[in-house]
């Protein structure tokens, strides 16, 4: 009796424990160093872990709150070491709401403590429900992830335009740098540039969804990234990324990743390389001065994620082997998941292609 007994309390501990292992998560990895750019269409959103610490730089809009949750549940990142609003601007701070809704946040740094807007309200109401109050970094400071250092770059001064206002960060593991440039502009580049600071780096956070307002050529020489990821929207009104600043990435033979076109990128780093896994199958944007082969790359990785090619410019819609998809300027392109979708959003059908 007494046997059987031991064999059903065992029995009962061995169903707990496999239970237990097959709903519990796996924790975020105790060593080396990852990247998350998540996918937050015309916003800005990056998950840093290293040595088991996290640290989240913006976190898209509002309506972008409830990815963020996800994302840090799924990775079972419920404690962020920092947290970093780049600046005031709705698509950069918006989503924050959401990862303080499911991580524990030790220290949050913005270079402002007020802003009027409703966004901005939210960000400081969730923080101070944590007991946490904004830091304003000042260039120069550094801070420690795990065994990565991050350095604050900027804002080198006060400026009237809040995208100049971007807090810039260096952030080295081994022999890896990461540099995250916010919505910074011209104007932040270029005093930054005239603070001296070392800012080669190996992989490029391009400044304001790759703009034709940043990313200048001194900046980008003094920086010679190897790769750079734009977090950019498919089909959005503002012409990002812009051709004159992918122009400028493929003089400077960098190989860029696109979270238009490549959905969630994921960088790795062993201290001396990194290597990059995207959430969609469309391969990085070769580091060419090439227009045509830009254009053809981009069309032909549209193409596989939607059903027709709409064109902003002419309200025409095409197949995606359509020639005039090709002939297309690539900022006028527009996913459209049907026919249905196309008419409702007021394209007309290709006389040549026929869709």
Known sequence: MKSMLKAIVIAIFLVALLAFAFFTKAPISETGFT?????VGQADSAVIVCDGHAMMIDGGNAADSDLVYTFLKKHNINHLDYMIGTHAHEDHIGGLPGALNYAKVDAAYCPVTTYNSKAFGNFVKYLAQQGVKITKPKPGDVISLGSASVKFLAPQKAYGEPNNTSIVVKITYGKTDFLFTGDAERES???ILAAGYNLRSTVLKVGHHASKTSTT?????????K???VSVGRGNSYGHPDPDTMSRLRDAEVTV??????????????GNDVSFKTQKNAGPVPPRSDTKAQKTQESSSLAVESSYIGNANTKVFHRPKCSSVGQMNPKNRVALNSREDAIARSFKPCGRCKP
């Open 257 to 270: 990743y696109r979270t238009d076109l490549h959905g969630d990128v994921t960088v790795t780093s062993d």
């Open 35 to 39: 990247v998350y750019f998540i996918d």
């Open 227 to 229: 790769y750079a990821v």
């Open 217 to 225: 050529y001194p900046f980008l020489r003094e920086i010679m990234p």
């Open 189 to 191: 580049e270029a005093d």
